[in-house]
């Protein structure tokens, strides 16, 4: 009884916690200097064949560039800028972008 | 001479002017998206295999990244099951179409 007690106090907690509390908005910002020389600033791209990041789920650009990094998606400039990138590094910037005004879903 | 330089400069300012998506046409590409709607267009869908994440945004994005994403599907140097499938089956064409729709939605800044 108590174990199971134990158990729905965990689930509770698991609920309870916000879905992007891994990702820190202003750090993911003062970390996006680097990416705006391409993506631009606050991710939108100006030049074609760099995507715009703004908008973007920050559930897909995290995986994007966990991707690039493990070498699994293979771009040499996108490989090179993820090599010093920490996993809380990554969740940071994508929920930076993530937040930004930018993509949609109209159409 | 003259003439030729001149020629010469025109080709050049016109290409230049030119809209660089000018290969597709997003109101043919609007008639292809049926491949693409059951996954893009639904709001909260998210990939199943291998990983789960949300399906990325299409609206707005740059023709020629679509292009060139679609572009790595298809060649194998992208490797999501799905894209790799559907990107395998679109010609240059359907691609450049499917692209100049998706990024004519833009509403975000200009920038």
């Known amino acids: 009884m108590k174990k199971t007690m134990f158990i729905l106090a965990a689930v509770a907690l698991g609920f309870s916690l916000p879905v992007h509390a891994k990702g820190d908005y202003e750090a993911g910002k003062a970390k996006s200097a680097t990416c705006a020389g391409c993506h631009g600033e606050d991710g939108v791209s100006s030049i074609p064949s760099f995507p715009k990041l703004a908008g973007q789920h920050s559930d897909y650009l995290y995986h994007a560039l966990k ?14 800028q993820v090599e010093s990138l920490s996993d809380a590094d990554m969740h940071d910037l994508a929920t930076y972008f993530s937040k930004q005004k930018g993509l949609n879903r109209k159409y | 001479m003259k003439t030729t330089t001149m020629m010469l400069c025109a080709s050049v300012l016109m290409a230049l002017t030119m809209p660089a998506q000018a290969a597709g046409d997003p109101k043919a590409g609007q008639l292809k998206t049926s491949m693409c709607a059951g996954c893009h267009g639904l709001s909260g869908w998210r990939t199943a295999y291998p990983t789960v994440y949300n399906v990325p945004k299409l609206g707005g994005q740059h023709a020629d990244y679509i292009v060139a994403a679609l572009h790595a599907y298809k060649n194998g140097e992208r490797s999501h099951p799905s894209m790799v499938g559907i990107a395998g089956s679109l010609t240059e064409q359907d691609m450049e179409d499917l692209a100049a729709y998706y990024a004519s939605s833009y509403s975000g800044p200009a920038k």
């Open chain 1, 67 to 80: 991707d690039y990094k493990s070498g699994k998606r293979k771009n040499p400039i996108m490989a090179g």
